[in-house]
């Protein structure tokens, strides 16, 4: 077993990186920095002034804001001045109130917020909110990840602290294995709250109509004459649907991964359904859970918390090894699970959060548990093909170079693209 040091440092990474959240962690995390500004200026502002790096503002520009039935920045904003507690972190907007919502949408006919891209910075994960009122103004910064405020004038420097804050402990796939399957069971019992909330947005979200409605049109009968009744189509339509509520809007909490909602759905939803209709003991749906979420934890420490990447590809690949463990695999079978999803995934591009993201998890997900059953039969992508390593953190580090540096011009076509649509 690991010693206990070593098990409280891996417990404390969890719980800094697994965390709840209501909405788009991107657009909450601008709104929390709203809501700081405001509450430093101590009054309603007359002006707010955001400058975000483009990453921020690629996945904030399409994505539902919970509460509201409006799309982007603009109401997140209002709303984080308006009724914003920052003691909420990323679930800033917990205290929406129809009324509240009047009011932030007539704040925003006021044309009282500005939005720009921040020039002159290489932090992928930046949001500068200057909030002013007659000749009072006060700046609030967070930079790294998604609730790390910095002071500006040392904004180089601690934000890379925030951004290391989860590379304290630095992870390779044998030690998230070891802990995830001999760690005492009480340790780690608090990861069934991913459970709780990730599988409650999927129920909820089957009362509504949210996003694509991907995850309700794959329990429609004309799907379950193609999928049937069966463990693969429950995974996805259990997954889809958390997915779609969180990004149409709903008022529904999630258990975020690395400062995402959908990665600690996509970590989450899909081991818990295979448990329960696979009959795994709690134990065992414990410890799945665990290698998961930690798997996810593990890779996005060197592809970094916001990426040119898909962040579905790095939770997929958790689930997948969380389900191997429950089919009875061993670390052998979950790195070869880890290897089947690299051959495969390697290479989506996040193009922003959207309603769209259902599709993507779909597909991680989808290839996740092809990837365990490959696994479980012996069968594994070899370093004869493509970029994958016989060394499992070697073809981890494979992915995330690409993920980090490769795909660094793709990312800036893609937010050009985007900002683009539509002019002549």
Partial sequence: MINKETREQIIALIHQQVVPAIGCTEPMCVALCTAKATEKLGQKPEKIVAKLSANILKNAMGVGI???????????????????????QLEVLKDLTPEALEAGKQYINEKRICIQMKQGITEKLYVEVTCSAGEKSE?????????????????????????????????NFRLVYDFATTAPLDEIRFILETRDYNMNAAREAIKGNYGHNLGKTIDRPLAKGIFGHTIFSHIISRTAAACDARMGGAMIPVMSNSGSGNQGICATNPVCVYAKENENTEEELIRALTLSHLTAIYIKQSLGTLSALCGCVVASIGSSVGITYLMGGDYERCCRSVKNMIANLTGMICDGAKPSCSLKITSGVSTAI?????????????????????????????????????????????????????CS
Avoid: W
């Fill in 139 to 171: 700046t609030a910064i967070i930079a790294g990840t998604h609730t790390h405020f910095v002071e500006s004038e040392k904004v180089a420097a601690e934000s890379q602290e925030g951004a290391d804050a989860g590379n304290a402990l630095p992870l």
């Fill in 370 to 422: 092809l990837s365990a059953l490959l696994s479980m039969e012996g069968k594994c992508v070899t370093s004869e093909e493509g970029i994958v390593d016989d060394c499992v953190d070697r073809s981890i580090h494979n992915l995330t170079a690409i993920g980090a540096d490769g795909m660094g011009p793709t990312d800036d076509l893609v937010l050009r693209i985007m900002t683009t649509k539509g």
């Fill in 66 to 88: 919970p509460g509201t039935g409006m799309i982007g920045l603009p109401i997140a904003i209002a709303l984080g001045a308006l009724i914003g507690k920052s003691d909420y």
